[in-house]
C-alpha cells in the first residue's frame, strides 16, 4: 500500500513539474513576442471597422493564419472566416475571437487612440472605437495560434480558429452557421472564447460555470395615435403620452410579474415622436432590449410587452387598426450557457497555470454574446467562455476604496491596461487548449 502511494505522490509531483515547464516555455514564447503583439494590438486599435464591415481586419487575421500553416477559408457570412491546424489525431478544440468595433469616438487619451471614421446602417458618419476589447480578443487571438503552433509538438488533435464579424450586431454568429460553418470544418469536441471585463484586474481571470451572459431580444414598438394642434390635445390621441404610459408599465414586468429569483431586463433605450413645440403627432417609435436566461421567461417579457401596449391603445379607444405595431428584430441573441465540466476543468488548469488568486468566480451577467450558438447546433457542442481581467490593478483597488466607477464597456473612455492583459490572456487560452489536446 504504503509502495502504491509512493507511486502515486510520485506521478503527481511529475505531472505538476511538466504543467510548470510547460508554461514556462508558453511565458518565455510569449515574452519574445510581445513587441509584435503590441505593435498588433494597436494597429487593430487604431483601424477599427464597424459591425458586418470587417474587411480589412479580417485580411489581416486570414493572412496571419496563413502563415502560421493554417487552412484558412473566408467569407462565411459576411467576413466570418475560420482557420484549421491538425496535429495528429485526437479531439478537435475551436477557438473564436470576435473583429468588430463600435461606433463610439474615443475620450480616453491614449498615445494609439482611434480617430477612425465610419459610416453606420443608418448611412451618418460616425465615429469607431474598439470600446468592447475585440482588439484585445484578436491579438490574443492571434498569440494564441503563434503560441500552439510554436508547440504543435505537445497536442494532438485537430485546432480550429474562427475570426467572427458582426458580434455587436447579434448578426455574425447566425451568419456563420447559415453558411453550414460544421459542414466545413471537424465539428469542435469543445468550443472556447474569452471576453476581457472592465473591473476585473489585469493578470486574472473569471468564470462561472452554467449562466454566463443573457439573451437579448432587440424589439421595435410604433405607437399610433391621432395628431393634431398642440393647444387642442382634447382633439388628438396623443401618442406621446401614450407611449410615456407604456414605458412606466414595463418597468412593472419585472418588478410585479417576473419571479424575483429569474434574472430579466426590460430597457427602453430609445424614443422618437414629433417634429416641433406645437403638433400632437401621429406616431411615436420605441426601441427596448430585453433580456433573460431561459426561453419561459423570455416568453413570459415578450407577452406582457404586447398585452401592455395592447391594453393602453384599447384605453386610449384607439381602433384596432392603430394598435401598436412591435416587431422583434431576427436574430435573437440566445443566453450564453457554460457547459459545467469543461469550464470545471479549465478552472483547475487556469489555477495551476496563473495560481489561485487569480481565478476569481463571477456572477452571471446581463450583457449578451452570440458565441452562444457554437453550442446550439444539431450536434451540441459543450461551451465556455471566461473573463479576462483587463484594468490596472491599482486602479481596482481605488475604486473598490472610493466607491468611484471605473468605464465600463462600450464607454469612449475604456482603455485596456495591455501588457498584462495580453500575456495573461494567451497564456490562460494556450493553457486551456493544450489541456483539451493534450498529447
Known amino acids: 500500500m504504503r509502495y502504491i502511494v509512493c507511486l502515486l505522490l510520485c506521478f503527481f509531483h511529475y505531472l505538476l513539474a511538466a504543467q510548470s515547464t510547460t508554461d514556462t516555455q508558453v511565458q518565455n514564447f510569449i515574452n519574445q513576442q510581445y513587441s509584435s503583439l503590441d505593435t498588433l494590438y494597436k494597429y487593430l486599435h487604431q483601424h477599427p471597422e464597424l459591425s458586418s464591415q470587417e474587411e480589412q481586419t479580417a485580411r489581416l ?125 471537424p465539428v469542435p469536441d469543445y468550443a472556447i472564447a474569452l471576453h476581457d471585463n472592465a473591473s476585473l484586474p489585469a493578470g486574472t481571470v473569471g468564470y462561472r460555470a452554467g449562466a454566463f451572459m443573457a439573451s437579448v431580444d432587440m424589439v ?33 414586468i419585472v418588478s410585479r410579474e417576473i419571479n424575483p429569483i429569474d434574472p430579466a431586463v426590460v430597457t427602453v433605450g430609445s424614443i422618437h415622436g414629433g417634429t416641433i413645440y406645437n403638433i400632437i403627432p401621429d406616431e411615436v417609435k420605441l426601441q427596448l432590449t430585453l433580456r433573460s436566461y431561459s426561453p419561459e421567461v423570455r416568453n413570459q417579457i415578450l407577452e406582457a410587452v404586447e398585452r401592455i401596449t395592447r ?60 458565441f452562444s450558438r457554437f453550442g446550439m447546433q444539431d450536434k451540441k457542442v459543450p461551451i465556455c467562455m471566461f473573463w479576462l481581467g483587463a484594468v490596472d490593478p491599482q486602479k481596482v483597488r481605488e475604486a473598490e476604496e472610493t466607491g468611484t466607477k471605473l468605464p465600463s464597456l462600450h464607454s469612449p473612455t475604456y482603455a485596456p491596461l495591455l501588457e498584462p492583459t495580453i500575456k495573461t490572456g494567451i497564456r490562460a487560452m494556450s493553457a486551456a487548449a493544450l489541456e483539451l489536446l493534450e498529447k
Open 220 to 252: 421595435d414598438i410604433t405607437v399610433y395615435g391621432e395628431g393634431g394642434h398642440g393647444a387642442a390635445p382634447h382633439t388628438t390621441k396623443d401618442p406621446i403620452v401614450l407611449a410615456a404610459q407604456m414605458i412606466n408599465s414595463f418597468q412593472t
Open 61 to 185: 487575421i486570414a493572412d496571419e493564419l496563413t502563415n502560421l500553416g493554417f487552412e484558412v477559408q473566408e467569407k462565411l457570412g459576411m467576413h466570418n472566416l475560420v482557420g484549421v491546424l491538425k496535429s495528429g489525431e485526437g479531439p478537435t478544440l475551436l477557438i473564436r475571437t470576435d473583429m468588430d468595433a463600435l461606433p463610439l469616438e474615443e475620450k480616453t487619451g491614449v498615445p494609439y487612440a482611434s480617430t477612425a471614421k465610419g459610416t453606420n446602417a443608418a448611412g451618418e458618419t460616425v465615429g469607431v472605437m474598439h470600446a468592447c476589447g475585440h482588439d484585445i480578443h484578436m491579438t490574443v487571438f492571434l498569440g494564441t495560434a503563434r503560441t500552439m503552433v510554436e508547440m504543435k509538438d505537445q497536442w494532438s488533435g485537430t485546432l480550429v480558429m474562427v475570426a467572427q464579424s458582426a458580434e455587436e450586431s447579434g448578426f455574425g454568429a447566425d451568419a456563420l452557421f447559415k453558411a453550414n460553418l460544421y459542414d466545413k470544418v
Open 311 to 370: 391594453s393602453h391603445a384599447q384605453l386610449a379607444r384607439l381602433p384596432e387598426e392603430k394598435y401598436p405595431k412591435i416587431s422583434i428584430r431576427d436574430p435573437q441573441t440566445p443566453a450564453t450557457i457554460n457547459d459545467a465540466e469543461l469550464t470545471n476543468r479549465l478552472v483547475d488548469v487556469f489555477k495551476e497555470t496563473l495560481g489561485e488568486d487569480k481565478v476569481v468566480e463571477t456572477p452571471p451577467n446581463m450583457v449578451g454574446e452570440d
